[in-house]
């Protein structure tokens, strides 16, 4: 299901739920740490939707 989420967004949500901090993540994708959270924020928004579609 991470699939469905924006390849920009899965990279930041995946180095972050693998205990990255935000601004590790950032310097590692060559981006702001402002950028890296926008990507964040969107990504678990999109994956939450994802699993509430697939729940019902």
Known sequence: ???LVHPR???V???VGTGEA???VARV???PV???SS???RGRK???AVLARSRR
Do not use: H, I, K, N
Request: net charge positive; charged share 25%; aromatic share 4%.
């Open 46 to 48: 999109r994956f939450a």
């Open 39 to 41: 990507r964040l924020r």
């Open 22 to 24: 935000v601004t590790e």
């Open 29 to 31: 994708l060559g981006m």
């Open 13 to 15: 949500l995946v180095l």
């Open 9 to 11: 967004e899965r990279a």
């Open 1 to 3: 299901m991470l699939q």
């Open 34 to 36: 402002g950028t890296a």
